[in-house]
């Protein structure tokens, strides 16, 4: 398999297929099943656990039960087996924050935000997701495209829209690395689809 090229914005190392593929959840399809699939919660950071816990008064009411015996048990969350921060999880998959409504899973920390009722959303990391974020320390950031078979339904809604994935995340993108590096990355994005054609 070919290793797509790696590009430079700002010292953020981006694989190439954020911009070459194409994205677009598809919720009415995938009931946001990434919530409840998964051998491990979503990346966190230290902050980012603050602002868990300062919201978690306000969806308590809205997790399941196993969701809150695991969070009395392990706090928000914990060390996976490759010594990250993650969210906790119920049944070895399912985000403690998920909740349901209907057949469609929910996170109860964006919904609470988006009615207005706290002021953490959720990890950067969801927000971000097909994007993976690396540190490699020394401050060295690299971007990877994550092909899920779960999000099958939303690269199909991607390329019908012929939206790209760093267009499809433009508020989470501009939200963790800022207004000036996502303008700088559609420069970059610009000019690397020049080169290819």
């Known amino acids: 398999m070919k290793i797509p090229p790696i590009l430079d914005v700002s010292g953020v190392l981006i694989s190439s297929e954020i911009i070459t593929e194409c994205f677009c959840c ?8 990434c919530c409840v699939e998964g051998d491990a919660g979503a990346p ?3 902050d ?6 300062e919201a978690l ?9 196993s969701a809150q015996s695991v ?3 392990q706090g928000v969350a914990y060390t996976d087996k490759d010594g990250e921060l993650v969210t ?3 049944r070895g998959k399912d985000c403690v924050f998920t909740c349901y409504d209907g057949d469609n899973c929910l996170c109860a920390l964006e919904r609470a935000y988006r009615n207005g009722k706290t002021h953490f959303c959720k ?3 969801c927000s971000l997701y097909p994007i993976r974020e690396k540190n490699f320390g020394n401050g060295l950031i690299g971007l990877n495209y994550n092909r899920w078979d779960v ?4 690269v199909e809604k991607g390329k019908t829209l012929g939206l790209p994935v760093y267009k499809f995340l433009k508020e989470p993108l501009i939200r963790r690395f800022g207004e000036a590096w996502y303008e700088e990355l559609c420069e970059v994005a610009n000019l690397f689809d020049t080169q290819k054609d």
Do not use: H, N, Q
């Open 123 to 125: 990890p950067i990391s």
């Open 48 to 53: 980012e656990i603050a602002g868990i816990e």
């Open 88 to 90: 906790s999880i119920v």
């Open 151 to 154: 999000c099958k339904d939303a």
């Open 57 to 65: 008064d306000t969806v308590w009411s809205d997790l399941s039960a």
């Open 26 to 33: 598809d919720y009415e399809k995938c009931k946001g099943i």
């Open 44 to 46: 966190v950071t230290m």
């Open 71 to 73: 969070i009395d048990k």
